[in-house]
């Protein structure tokens, strides 16, 4: 889990920060129900980040994660930028 809704809190997910990469496609599920599905390697030539506006509403939980469909790569680092919600 990236973040789970705490009690009496709410976020939102501002952006998500990560080296872009061939094969790879960031992933990002709120409650088992898919959100995001980003080919990284779309921002080679650009600054290597998405900008999102994901709600998680109180209880609510956030995995993030990468695809790789080929056989070959290694671990990867990514930064999600978030805000507590009104």
């Known amino acids: 889990d990236f973040l ?3 009690a009496g809190k709410s976020r939102r997910l501002v ?3 990560f080296v872009p990469t061939a ?3 960031l992933r990002i599920y709120r409650d088992a129900e898919q959100i995001v599905d980003f080919y990284t390697y779309t921002l080679h030539e ?3 980040f998405i900008e ?4 998680l509403a109180e209880g ?3 995995k993030v994660g990468f695809y790789n ?5 290694s671990a990867m680092d ?8 009104d």
Do not use: H, V, W
């Open 4 to 6: 789970s809704g705490m």
């Open 15 to 17: 952006k998500a920060n």
């Open 23 to 25: 094969n790879r496609f």
């Open 46 to 48: 650009q600054p290597p």
């Open 52 to 55: 999102l506006d994901l709600s």
């Open 60 to 62: 609510q939980q956030c």
């Open 69 to 73: 469909p080929s056989t070959e790569g």
């Open 78 to 85: 990514i930064m999600i930028a978030y805000e507590e919600a």
